[in-house]
């Protein structure tokens, strides 16, 4: 039973460098989306997937690419990050495409840019 | 634009004290409503949620009743417990995406036996 999985849990990138975030569920979920979470500041929706071949963009989107070609797999790209871009990530996916959908949380990568 | 606001943290408790942490709304339309808590190290996990109006939602010993009147969510517990020592966030939810929640800063638990 392992919902939404995560990986890596632990990065530390240097300014510039490029990575990718893996993101997987196995429960069929159509609806996945990526936040970040700082001290203060909550979590902010980076980018969501309403399904495969879908994406759009939350409120801190720049600097950050998804896609989505399989309903399991929802990747994220820093494509040159940035010491801003140091923060905890969390994917979450959820069944249902209606406002009283929860959503459930992998357990996050905590990522540091030098 | 819709945003939520939470009293803010530390909250620091004994064992068997009353919880109750303040979060208020503003939104368009009739969202829902959601408390999600996290413990260290991991991610969040719903722990209860209202979708209209006066309904109350209730999980683990913990309550919030949707007050549309004065747009707000607040968490309350009758007797809290070490365990229950984690960050609690109030978010919300009017978009038919389910994906797009809109989070509270999150409020920090701290219960002392």
């Known amino acids: 039973n392992a919902g939404v999985t995560q990986t890596p849990k632990f990065q530390v990138l240097k300014t510039g460098q490029s990575m990718t975030l893996q993101c997987a569920q196995d429960?069929?979920?159509?609806?996945m989306s990526w936040y970040r979470q700082d001290p203060g500041m909550g979590l902010r929706l980076i980018h969501y997937?309403?399904?495969?071949?879908?994406?759009d963009q939350g409120e801190v989107p720049n600097g950050y690419n998804v896609s989505r070609s399989t309903t399991e797999d929802f990747p994220l790209r820093l494509l040159s990050a940035a010491p801003s871009q140091t923060s905890v990530y969390f994917c979450?996916?959820?069944?249902?495409?209606?406002?009283?959908?929860?959503?459930?949380f992998g357990n996050g990568t905590r990522l540091t840019v030098t | 634009g819709n945003s939520v606001t939470q009293m803010e943290g530390p909250v620091t408790l004994s064992e068997e004290a009353f919880l109750t942490i303040n979060c208020t709304y503003t939104?368009?339309?009739?969202?829902?409503l959601f408390w999600y808590v996290q413990y260290p190290g991991e991610g969040l996990q719903l722990l209860l949620k209202?979708?209209?109006?006066?309904d109350k939602g209730s999980n683990k010993g913990f309550e919030a009743t949707y007050r549309k009147e004065t747009t707000s969510f607040h968490l309350e517990k009758g007797s809290v417990q070490v365990s229950d020592s984690a960050v609690y966030f109030c978010?919300?939810?009017?978009?038919?995406?389910?994906?797009?929640?809109?989070f509270g800063k999150g409020t920090t638990l701290s219960v002392s036996s």
């Open positions: 979450a996916s959820t069944l249902e495409g209606t406002r009283d959908s929860p959503l459930h």
């Open positions: 429960m069929n979920h159509e609806y």
């Open positions: 997937s309403v399904g495969a071949g879908i994406t």
């Open positions: 939104a368009t339309g009739y969202p829902s």
């Open positions: 209202a979708t209209k109006a006066d």
């Open positions: 978010a919300l939810s009017d978009r038919q995406a389910g994906t797009a929640l809109i």
